[in-house]
């Protein structure tokens, strides 16, 4: 069978040199290989003059192994025991912003499509359709676990069975369902088979989660997001589940095979697209910003907070950016007690799929090497974690890329020709013959809700050894034999069958089992120790036996092992089973460990257990705290939970009653733990001069997280010391902490009355003329024009128009007043309600060249002309215009600074209101920039819906909203301050669709001032 490339005029042909070229013909597997002599550096990337190449190590080659129109838009995949790639397909994806008309459409719902290599060749010739459903609305994620086959696809987890091997399901099962993000990209994501044969999967923060598990035990996680699509309309934070507890945002979670036992392993993530699990049930996560600086990969910690909202979920990190902060720092909460390390901060992007690969195929310089998928950067990044205290080092490398990572000279060129962008990894998997698999999705744009490729096109490569022919070897699940290569697979999920069929043989199995702990891969041992803990008690007790090895690893592993087949109390905290309990004596030795990383997970094993059966633990493992491994920190934090106070009367026995004499290492205890009873010791540390600043910024810190009306009377006192420094830092707490966690324990228009300037005075009393039913409607008309002329005036106006308390007569008298206010944001929300409408249609100036051929406008014709903002499409004739222009770079930053820098920042210019700017080049390219430019309403930036705000007295507040709880809504303005208004003078609330910046119309900016900005923009 060949394979052609219909779709697309760019396919991929393999050469035999290490990396793929692109040919302008069609795919055939018999074409003769072609390409440039590749330059091979000592990094060992294949380096090509040709600006079509895919780099990757230079003892690895690469395979076009399946494209379209085998299947279609591929978002997941896994690879089951015959070798065979299972793809959920996004065809219809966002049928509410991307039409069936101007894309390909599967009216009977989204498939799963089952592609195979039959005849061993190293390319895929065959694909069938397994399922198509119409429940299956864009789904993100794929498991297939002998014959069952589970599907990630909001609001549902749906287990297909095919139970008579014909490749088509024979019984559908929903297994989870209530999960938020229908037909969105933060939502439920694929379920990975761990080492201790439980199900772990995630889910973004498109809540609400309200989800049940088999047992009846609920989860409930929300937070103040709603957006994206037009499904999420409503959402809050601070809700609480059946074990006591408040997750948010995204999570990452675990559960039986049966549906049972539903766990939170780590939440307050944003986008969190796939958990990976090594074989020593370390999980790994990556995470999308909402900025372009922010994307991240991490190790993930049992529990852990990831730092995304607020610990409650009501307010955005916008909400508790402090002053100084770096967008980096405040997006995850770095700062704050109780929250994870970020891990490594990989800039602007849109990260996918995850594996770690463990196997031998592909040589031992690859063993251990965790591949995460980042689709907004076109490469797959590798990382070989380093162990360090309780967390790990993540250096990283460009793995896979279709952009050069060693050449110095090199620079992108946003040329709108340049389609090396189009590469969007949206999986990386591992089958049992040991190859890596990259699905690509492979569109002009990522993310936002949009796509351009109006084909569907997708490809699938199979990265494998030069010149070594990998196959899937045959296994015979009927033999212990063939069970044990079945849990050594270096395929993720066709583990499971293994591990299932050894764990039906009960102790029959210790003994093959025990001979894996002689396997010169490591991840194979571990696979054993996971295992034999499921082996009766013989098995057990050999894992017991492991908790003294040699090997840290060894030992953590081991504790995982028995954690995993000790049942928990989830129904209340603290609270322990006997089966617990029967664990502390070997948590009690465990907590003396030499190495931070296994006491970390006697911290975490600690967590639900009450204060009087772990109390001389706790205080082992604070002993071991050196004082900067914020790892360790937060796992103790997490240990604490609930049992702060008791806890911290412990450490004062041996505290200096000094608090200006606390040692670092006892100062970020205080901090972690912030017990209210500390409180009037931060306020004497703080008060401390000889102290440092940085000392006395943490007390001041650990005071602000202290949820007690001492806490809130001792930053005020703070606020009137004389040294300014901190005096500002405690008016800044007082100021955040009155529309939250402080909101109800003073009397804050009494400390921090609100204040309201002449003009805003004079406007609302105008606002109760035109509401006076007395006055006539030349009174109410002389004074609408004064306060459209205003711009206090005009958002009262707005807010008056937006609660239907405007005549129609007066709202047209006063339109062409408000449209030419001299603030901006009035003017762009003014549009909204107010409009001038014309008799005729007014002619486009720009409608001729639309209907012409595109290489018929010369740069000369377009330059000066003026923009004209048509409907955004891939074709746009506006957008080709613009790109055809040479762009100024300097030019283009006086540009930036006369009409961005208000709200956007690049580099040390402008202002953080809006998206951080300066790495927006490794986004986007050039047409992909100027469409947000000339688009601006589009594809908003997550967290940057402008809100309108109406109080009871009439005062309006425009901006984003940044905090939404019980006790205030916090909105931050366009020119950056935050309003607190308390949620009981809330009178009406809207959230507008179109952006808060201004069209290019509106900002006067002609084709080439946007050309020399996008050119500003895409320097690197």
């Known amino acids: 069978m060949k394979l052609t490339s219909s779709l697309h005029p760019l396919p991929v042909v393999l050469t035999t040199l290490g990396f793929l070229y692109l040919a302008g013909t069609t795919f055939r597997p018999d074409a003769q290989l072609t390409g440039p002599s590749p330059k091979i550096e000592p990094s060992g990337l294949v380096v090509s003059a040709d600006s079509n190449t895919l780099y990757l190590p230079n003892d690895l080659e690469a395979t076009l192994w399946a494209e379209a129109p085998m299947f279609y838009n591929p978002t997941n995949m896994d690879i089951d025991a015959k070798g065979r790639v299972w793809i959920t397909e996004a065809v219809n994806y966002r049928k509410f912003n991307n039409k069936p008309d101007s894309r390909l459409d599967h009216p009977e719902g989204e498939r799963v499509v089952i592609l195979e290599d039959t005849n061993g060749d190293g390319k895929a010739d065959a694909s069938k359709v397994f399922v198509t459903d119409p429940d299956l609305v864009s789904p993100l994620g794929i498991a297939v676990i002998g014959n069952k086959v589970i599907v990630s696809a909001a609001p549902n987890l749906v287990v297909y069975t095919d139970e008579n091997g014909d490749d088509k399901p024979d019984k559908k099962e929903v297994m989870l369902a209530g999960f938020g993000g229908l037909d969105h990209d933060h939502s439920l994501h694929a379920v990975v088979a761990g080492p201790d044969g439980k199900y772990y999967f995630n889910t973004g923060n498109a809540g609400p989660h309200v989800v049940t598990d088999k047992d009846g035990w609920t989860l409930r996680s929300g937070s103040l997001y709603v957006g994206g699509t037009p499904y999420s309309k409503s959402n809050q934070g601070n809700q609480v589940s059946d074990d006591g507890r408040v997750w948010t945002g995204g999570m990452a979670l675990r559960i039986n095979p049966d549906g049972s036992n539903l766990k939170v392993m780590a939440h307050n993530f944003r986008n969190n697209y796939e958990t990976a699990l090594d074989s020593y049930g370390n999980m790994w996560q990556n995470d999308n910003d909402d900025q372009v600086v922010a994307c991240r990969t991490s190790f993930l910690m049992e529990g852990a907070n990831a730092g995304y909202f607020s610990s409650d979920g009501t307010r955005y990190w916008q909400g508790d950016q402090r002053p100084g902060q770096t ?81 110095p000279n090199y620079k992108w060129d946003a040329a709108t020709t340049d389609i090396r962008k189009w590469f969007r990894p949206s999986d990386v998997a591992v089958g049992p013959d040991g190859a890596i698999y990259i699905a690509d999705w492979y569109d002009p744009v990522v993310g936002g809700h949009q796509m351009q490729d109006r084909k569907g096109y997708g490809r699938i490569y199979r990265i494998t050894p030069k010149g070594k022919n990998l196959r899937t070897p045959k296994m015979d699940l009927r033999t212990t034999q063939g069970q044990i290569a079945a849990l050594l697979s270096p395929a993720v999920n066709v583990r499971m069958l293994g591990f299932q069929a050894l764990v039906a043989q009960g102790e029959n199995a210790v003994e093959p089992v025990m001979a894996i702990l002689a396997s010169s891969n490591p991840y194979h041992r571990a696979r054993a120790i996971f295992l034999l803990a499921q082996l009766g008690r013989e098995g057990q007790f050999e894992v017991e036996r492991l908790l003294k090895a040699v090997d840290a690893p060894v030992r953590i592993a081991a504790l995982r092992a028995l954690r995993s087949i000790t049942p928990e109390n989830s129904k209340s905290i603290p609270a322990i089973t006997a089966s617990q309990r029967a664990l502390l004596p070997l948590l009690g030795n465990l907590s003396l460990d030499r190495n931070a990383a296994v006491r970390r997970e006697v911290a975490i094993a600690l967590r639900d257990v009450p204060f009087e059966d772990c109390r001389f633990m706790l205080l082992n493992l604070l002993k071991g705290y050196d004082g900067q491994d914020r790892w360790y920190l937060t796992a103790l934090g997490e240990a604490a939970d609930g049992k702060e106070e008791a806890l911290f009367f412990e450490m004062r ?82 100021g955040f902490r009155r529309g939250n966690d402080w909101a109800k324990f003073l009397n804050w228009e009494e400390v921090m009355p609100t204040k ?44 008056l128009a937006a609660d239907k308390k405007l005549s129609d007569k007066l709202i047209k008298a006063i339109t062409p007043t408000i449209l030419k206010n001299p603030d901006q944001s009035v003017r762009t929300q003014a549009k909204e309600y107010f409009s001038i409408k014309k008799e005729t249609p007014a002619v486009v100036e720009t409608a001729s060249v639309a209907d012409s051929p595109v290489q018929a406008v010369t740069p000369e014709s377009v330059a000066s002309k003026p923009v004209e903002v048509v409907a955004s499409t891939s074709s746009d004739p506006l957008i080709a215009q613009i790109a055809m222009l040479t762009g100024n770079e300097q030019t283009g930053r006086s540009v930036f600074k006369t009409n961005c820098a208000t709200c956007h920042k690049h580099g040390q210019q402008g202002s953080d209101v809006g998206p951080e700017l300066t790495k927006i080049h490794q986004k986007f390219d050039k047409n992909s920039l100027l469409d947000a430019i000339v688009h601006p309403s589009a594809g908003i930036a997550f967290g940057y819906e402008p809100w309108l705000i109406t109080t009871k007295t009439g005062q309006t507040y425009y901006g984003f909203l940044v905090s939404d709880s019980d006790q205030a809504v916090v909105i931050r303005g366009i020119r950056g301050p935050k309003h607190t208004i308390p949620t009981d003078q809330v009178s009406s609330r809207r959230q507008y669709k179109s952006s808060l910046m201004p069209d290019p119309v509106a900002m006067g900016l002609n084709n080439q001032q946007l050309a020399d900005l996008a050119a500003f923009l895409l320097k690197q």
Not at 356 to 375: F, I, K, N, V
Not at 376 to 402: M, Q, W
Not at 676 to 687: D, I, Q, T, V, W
Not at 701 to 723: E, R, T, Y
């Open 327 to 407: 967008v980096p720092t405040a997006h995850w909460h770095q700062e704050d007690p109780g929250v994870m390390p970020s891990g490594d901060i990989s800039g602007a992007g849109s990260p996918t799929g995850m594996v770690m690969y463990e196997g031998d195929e592909l040589g031992p310089q690859y063993r251990g090497m965790l591949l995460s998928a980042e689709a907004g950067r076109n490469v797959i990044f590798g990382y070989k974690p380093e162990p360090t205290g309780a967390g790990y080092r993540l250096p990283r490398t460009d793995f896979i890329s279709t952009f050069p990572e060693v050449d």
């Open 653 to 734: 026995k041996t505290m200096p009653e000094d608090p200006a004499q606390w040692d670092q290492r006892t100062a970020d205890l205080v901090w972690e733990l912030h017990p209210p009873s500390a409180a009037p010791m931060l306020k004497k540390r703080a008060e401390s001069a000889s102290l440092t600043a940085d000392a006395r910024k943490q007390a001041i810190v650990g005071l602000g997280f202290i949820k007690s009306p001492q806490a809130a009377k001792a930053m005020v006192d703070l606020s009137k010391s004389p040294d300014k420094d901190v005096a500002d830092q405690a008016m800044y707490w007082m």
């Open 756 to 799: 309201i300037s002449e003009s805003e005075q004079k406007m609302l009393a105008n606002r109760q003329i035109l509401l006076d039913e007395y006055k006539t409607d030349t009174e109410k008309r002389k004074i609408a024009l004064e306060m459209a002329r205003d711009p206090e005036g005009g958002q009262i106006l707005i807010g």
